[in-house]
C-alpha cells in the first residue's frame, strides 16, 4: 500500500510521531540501549553525530535570528556582518542539503532494497526531505534579503516564524529517522 503523505499522521509539520503503520514496520530496538551496542561506534555514531550538529545549528539560527528582532532595521545589516551570520547559515543549510542527498541518493534506497518491508518508512522520509528542502531554500532567500540596507519588520518577523518551524520539522524528522535507519545501522555496523 502506498503511502499518503499529505495525511495528517504522516506530514512532517503535523505528526506527533512516527505513524502506527511504519512503527510496526521498524527493526526490533531500543533508543535508550543504541549507545551500548558493540556495533554503535561505526555508522550509527557518525549519522547522530551528523543529526546532532543540524539539531544544533538550527537552534543556533533561531536564536541568532530572535538577535535580530531587537535590532532597528537600518542597523541589520551591520548586526548581520558582525554576528558572521550568513556564513553560518549557508554553510548550515548546505549541509542540510548535502545530508539529504546522501540518504536519499545512497542509503535509503540501498536499506529499501535491503528490508522491502521497510518502504513506507523510507516514503515518509523521502517526503520529510521535500518539505525540508522546501524550508531550507525558503530560509535561505530570507537569509540573502538581509542584505539589503534596510530590513522591515515584517521581513524579520517572517525569518523568525520560518527559523522556529525549519527547528521543529527538522527534529520531527530526525528523531523518525534515527528510529528507521540507526537499528539497521546497528545490525549491519
Ligand atoms: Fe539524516
Ligand atoms: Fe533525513
Do not use: C
Not at 27 to 48: D, I, Q, V
Not at 126 to 143: C, R
Amino acid at each position: 500500500m502506498r503511502l499518503d503523505y499529505n495525511r495528517q499522521e504522516n506530514h512532517v509539520k503535523k505528526r506527533k510521531k512516527l505513524p502506527e503503520s511504519v512503527q510496526k514496520t521498524l527493526l526490533e530496538s531500543t533508543r535508550s540501549e543504541w549507545r551500548k551496542h558493540p556495533r554503535f561506534g561505526g555508522k550509527a555514531k557518525f549519522f547522530m553525530k551528523i543529526h546532532r550538529d543540524l539539531l544544533d545549528g538550527s537552534a543556533k539560527l533561531s536564536r541568532g535570528i530572535e538577535q535580530l528582532l531587537d535590532v532597528p532595521g537600518s542597523d541589520v545589516g551591520e548586526a548581520v556582518a558582525r554576528m558572521k551570520f550568513l556564513p553560518f547559515s549557508h554553510n548550515l543549510i548546505g549541509f542540510a542539503h548535502h545530508h539529504h542527498e546522501i540518504e536519499d541518493h545512497g542509503y535509503f534506497p540501498q536499506f529499501a532494497r535491503m528490508y522491502p518491508k521497510l518502504n513506507r518508512g523510507f516514503a515518509l522520509l523521502d517526503g520529510d526531505h521535500k518539505v525540508l528542502d522546501a524550508a531550507l531554500d525558503e530560509t535561505q532567500m530570507a537569509l540573502n534579503a538581509l542584505n539589503r540596507a534596510t530590513v522591515t519588520r515584517d521581513s524579520l518577523a517572517a525569518l523568525h516564524k520560518g527559523g522556529l518551524a525549519l527547528e521543529k520539522i527538522l527534529n520531527r524528522h530526525i528523531w523518525d529517522e534515527e528510529e528507521v535507519i540507526i537499528p539497521i545501522f546497528l545490525r549491519h555496523g
